[in-house]
């Protein structure tokens, strides 16, 4: 079987718990007017990979990940959801723990069948109405929640992550809805803020995709530390 791969990262450490091999998937059907990652939007931009070379590429990192493991990412790897299904199965096998980074942009019988399989899932819940979904990322609020519904009732894991942007979403009162929304799901672990960053105006220069963001200033610190302290 095979899969589009933008890129995979030998060994990170911000993406799930401990030193993690991390695949990056390509294609993604939302446009987010903060995406870090324009380089991923195009399914076919990636090389084309067979799963049993990233397979045994990934296990050649072995020594460094068996206590961390791997993460998919992105990109939406829901839009591939049977080539890392099958990944997902073979890396289990070999005892590695195996996370999903998703946005929830795809829910098929597939892509369910994937966040049910992966130890852990990384779910970026980008805004808390489907207002927001639709004017920022292009897509609905919809996937987000029927995916921490299914992890609620498999009771596996979930870490959720939002991006805080200045003048969009950084208000206190995002923050508490943020909190309200996810307070029924006993299987949300971890909630983190990222700030918002502006690292990727070369790659959208460089792809001649213009920046909707470019005006805006980075997200700080202190004030996102402000803001986790209301997600008590
Ligand atoms: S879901 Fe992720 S990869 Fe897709 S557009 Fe949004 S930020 Fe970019």
Redo the contacts with the bound molecule.
Sequence with gaps: MTGYIHSVQSLGTVDGPGVRCVVFASG?P???IY?H?PD??ELGGGTLTDCDELVERIMRLYPYIKDGGVTLS???PCMQAEFFISLTEKLQQKGLHVALDT?G?VTNDSALELASMCDLVLL?VKFTTDEGYKRY?GGSIDGVMKLLMLREEIEKPTYIRQVIVPGINDKEDDIIALRELLSPYKTVEKIELLPFKKLCLEKYESLGIPFPLRDTPEMDRSRLAELEKLLG
Excluded: I, P, Q, V
Aim: aromatic share 14%; charged share 20%; glycine share 14%.
């Design positions: 993604c939302y446009r987010c995406c990652n991923t939007w992105g990109g939406e946005s942009a970026d990322t």
